[in-house]
């Protein structure tokens, strides 16, 4: 029998939202970040689905090598790089991208033994202080790496913007300003913007851009939703009710008795918990969407199992669908409610969650 609670992934959506970072950025190439299982989308097929990319860029080895053992043979970016001689050459032996950001990435690269050209990006630390060179090494870096044999020449130069989604927030236009010094001149492709950056920053989309979270069609930026920037949501949460208690006034709900009814109560118990990445933070009166029907939750978060006060909602019964976020309840709204961002949510979904692409 199935369970209950799975994630429907749109594939039409992703492919949308692919649509509208083509027209917010029409003269850039676009490198798809798929990291962390594509966001808690499926990896294998979201790529899949976003096959008209110009690349994808995860965060580690093992992810790329799961793209390429499925056959994808599109340009691959690590954008952690690599952290030894042993995970370098597999990366070349693979045709993977590398991201260079330190000087002991670099000094792995200098000891290589030529063994084919591979491509390298470049990072430059502009103030998000997390990795890259800093502007003032830039310029060493880029000549040291240049100079191997086994790099191609003019690697694509990059930065990572810190507070892009804060719309009109200096920080970025200071970052945008010590990129452009730091690389003026320089030959070599650019790559700045991702999902805020592409959004709400057109000096940063250069030749690469780095589109995330967008591609799964929610809103980087606080208080917005995915809709309203032309996006289409790509995850709908799903479950269904498992059972139907009458609840009398004065009583308390779940763990700790932190919700208490006020009136003759209608609740409803939906199989989905923290075990299955449903925030364990969300608090009573967070949204959920049961028969389409706007219910919120009452109680505390367990592991397998969450508690929704329906009263006046009509004929709810088990077996009815449940909406945690998606299509008709923004997995944004969720967030805030949760204190927490849609990044977060949708990464969290547990793998004991099975994924249905439509």
């Known amino acids: 029998m199935q369970t209950p609670i799975r994630a429907i992934v749109d594939t039409a959506a992703l492919f949308h939202n692919l649509g509208r970072v083509r027209e917010l950025a029409p003269g850039a190439l676009v490198m798809a970040v798929v990291?962390?299982?594509?966001?808690?989308?499926?990896?294998?097929?979201?790529?899949?689905?976003?096959?008209?990319?110009?690349?994808?860029?995860?965060?580690?080895?093992?992810?790329?090598?799961?793209?390429?053992?499925?056959?994808?043979?599109?340009?691959?970016?690590?954008?952690?790089?690599?952290?030894?001689?042993?995970?370098?050459?597999?990366?070349?032996?693979?045709?993977?991208?590398?991201?260079?950001?330190?000087?002991?990435?670099?000094?792995?690269?200098?000891?290589?033994?030529?063994?084919?050209?591979?491509?390298?990006?470049?990072?430059?630390?502009?103030?998000?202080?997390?990795?890259?060179?800093?502007?003032?090494?830039?310029?060493?870096?880029?000549?040291?790496?240049?100079?191997?044999?086994?790099?191609?020449?003019?690697?694509?130069?990059?930065?990572?913007?810190?507070?892009?989604?804060?719309?009109?927030?200096?920080?970025?236009?200071?970052?945008?300003?010590?990129?452009?010094?730091?690389?003026?001149?320089?030959?070599?492709?650019?790559?700045?913007?991702?999902?805020?950056?592409?959004?709400?920053?057109?000096?940063?989309?250069?030749?690469?851009?780095?589109?995330?979270?967008?591609?799964?069609?929610?809103?980087?930026?606080?208080?917005?939703?995915?809709?309203?920037?032309?996006?289409?949501?790509?995850?709908?949460?799903?479950?269904?009710v498992i059972a139907v208690r009458r609840v009398r006034t004065g009583e308390t709900v779940g763990y700790g008795g932190d919700w208490r009814a006020e009136r003759e109560t209608v609740v409803a118990v939906v199989a989905a918990g923290y075990g299955d990445g449903y925030p364990r933070s969300a608090p009573s009166g967070t949204p959920v969407l049961v028969n389409g029907h706007r219910a919120t939750l009452a109680g505390r978060v367990s592991m397998d199992m969450i508690t929704v006060d329906v009263t006046g909602l009509p004929d709810v019964s088990v077996g009815d669908p449940v909406e945690l976020w998606g299509d008709a309840l923004p997995v944004e709204e969720v967030a805030r409610r949760a204190g927490t961002i849609p990044y977060q949510l949708m990464c969290a979904v547990s793998q004991r969650v099975p994924r249905e692409t439509r």
């Open 35 to 240: 990291k962390a299982n594509a966001y808690g989308h499926g990896l294998e097929k979201t790529v899949a689905a976003l096959a008209e990319a110009d690349g994808f860029a995860v965060a580690r080895l093992e992810e790329a090598l799961a793209l390429r053992a499925a056959g994808v043979r599109r340009r691959i970016l690590l954008l952690e790089g690599v952290l030894s001689a042993a995970q370098l050459a597999v990366a070349a032996q693979e045709g993977l991208e590398v991201m260079i950001h330190s000087f002991e990435q670099l000094r792995l690269v200098e000891e290589r033994p030529d063994a084919g050209v591979m491509r390298a990006w470049l990072k430059v630390d502009t103030g998000m202080n997390r990795l890259g060179f800093r502007v003032e090494e830039f310029a060493e870096a880029r000549q040291r790496l240049t100079r191997v044999s086994g790099v191609a020449r003019d690697p694509v130069l990059a930065t990572h913007l810190a507070n892009a989604d804060v719309v009109g927030d200096p920080k970025t236009a200071q970052q945008l300003a010590a990129f452009e010094s730091a690389t003026r001149g320089v030959p070599g492709e650019r790559s700045i913007a991702n999902s805020a950056g592409i959004l709400a920053w057109p000096g940063a989309r250069g030749d690469w851009v780095r589109p995330g979270l967008m591609l799964y069609g929610a809103s980087p930026f606080p208080g917005g939703t995915g809709r309203g920037l032309g996006l289409r949501p790509v995850m709908s949460f799903q479950s269904s």
